[in-house]
Nanobody, 127 residues
Framework: QVQLVESGGGLVQAGGSLRLSCAVS????????LAWFRQAPGKEREIVAA????????FAADSVKGRFTISRDNAKTMVALQMNKLTPKDTAVYYC????????????????????WGQGTQVTVSS
């Protein structure tokens, strides 16, 4: 099991930027992927971006590609989501999630593949 704690959410104007962080703590060595999901009111939870833990290969959803960047630190204790050019459609609760599976590009958005979740952090983008 992996413990995840998100931080960095808040209120930002459209066109602005925000950086989310997820502190990662694990007693095992089988962590394979970290991802950011988001869920807006009345909407299904959706994948935002993901990163493999060993190599650092990244995936980003089409809706955020070119605006959001996922990364991890060298010590592999933190994953970040840099969000630029934010719009009101980005308003949601953002969750950090961890998986012990090797996940293909077409499957990053399947919540059942992630065994650990953070509590979520609210991101609100005003117009």
């Amino acid at each position: 099991q992996v413990q995840l704690v998100e931080s960095g959410g808040g209120l930002v104007q459209a066109g602005g930027s925000l950086r989310l962080s997820c502190a990662v703590s694990t007693r095992t060595s089988n962590l394979r992927a970290l991802a950011w999901f988001r869920q807006a009111p009345g909407k299904e939870r959706e994948i935002v971006a993901a990163i493999t833990w060993s190599v650092g290969a990244t995936f980003a959803a089409d809706s955020v590609k070119g605006r959001f960047t996922i990364s991890r630190d060298n010590a592999k204790t933190m994953v970040a989501l840099q969000m630029n050019k934010l719009t009101p459609k980005d308003t949601a609760v953002y969750y950090c999630a961890a998986s012990t599976y090797y996940i293909g590009n077409g499957n990053y958005g399947l919540p059942r593949l992630y065994g650990s979740w953070g509590q979520g952090t609210q991101v609100t983008v005003s117009s």
